[in-house]
């Protein structure tokens, strides 16, 4: 029995044994599709390089044009603040006395400049390629040799300690609901960022405040890191300063539970 003449798909007819075969129209479908997607591509590019255009959506990109946002959203809220806090002082008929006492609220609640004395704290990274500096301490890992924030926070913590009447981070003024948060190396204060060095200053007297410093068991244990891996660190006498008074939002933002 011959097998050309038993099997099934064969012959010149439509026959009930020949079978559809969607393969070839798949195939046919996906060349297609890749050609109308290079057209696609070349239509678009106009002779330029679409992956190098496409550098404007990185992630770091939008962050820093969010960051600048922020910036200028919080000088255009501090203009409004002293607007209004103009505006209140004029219209609300208060007593000396009544606006003596809120000016002192207002300075312990670090809306308003303070002026005195002030020390500047200075942190940065390691340089690079830095390699242990004394023996009997390993090599470097790459936590070992950025700033972190328990090391931003022991600062801050030991000049309040010290007497510190008013402390600015970077370009911003710290009140009692400031969070001085990190993420890797940079650092997160009310709504901007900031990568290393970083920069502290404190109005206040500057012994008290370098005796805080000193006296730190926090501050002891990131010099061991200065000593050893090369981890930034420099204390100056700034003279006399005025730090400017919180310009941001005071309201408190929380979770909810959902009802």
Not at 207 to 214: D, E, I, S, V
Request: charged letters at 20%.
């Amino acid at each position: 029995m011959s097998n050309s003449a038993d099997s099934p798909g064969t012959g010149a007819g439509p026959g009930p044994g020949r079978r559809f075969r969607p393969v070839r129209v798949l195939t046919a479908a996906v060349f297609a599709l890749a050609g109308l997607i290079f057209f696609t591509s070349f239509d678009t590019a106009k002779g330029t390089n679409i992956r190098t255009d496409a550098s404007l959506l990185r992630l770091s990109d939008l962050v820093q044009d969010r960051n600048r946002k922020n910036g200028e959203l919080e000088e255009a809220n501090a203009a409004l603040r002293r607007d209004v806090d103009s505006l209140a002082r004029r219209d609300d008929g208060s007593t000396a006395a009544e606006d003596a006492k809120l000016a002192e609220l207002e300075d312990r609640a670090g809306t308003q400049p303070v002026k005195g004395e002030a020390l500047t704290v200075t942190l940065d990274d390691a340089p690079p390629g830095a390699t242990a500096r004394l023996p009997g301490y390993p090599e470097p890992q790459p936590d070992y040799l950025v700033i972190h924030q328990q090391d931003l926070q022991a600062v801050v913590n030991a000049l309040w300690q010290g007497g510190a009447r008013g402390i600015k981070v970077m370009d911003q003024r710290l009140i009692s609901t400031s969070a001085v948060r990190c993420v890797g190396n940079t650092l997160i204060l009310q709504g901007r960022l900031y990568s290393p060095p970083y920069t502290i200053q404190a109005v206040g007297d500057p012994k008290r405040l370098k005796r805080a410093l000193a006296e730190s068991a926090a501050i002891q244990n990131y010099m061991v890191y200065v000593n050893v891996y090369g981890l930034g660190w420099k204390v100056e006498d700034q003279g006399t300063v005025t730090l400017p008074g919180y310009s941001g939002t005071v309201d408190l933002h929380y979770a909810r539970p959902v009802q």
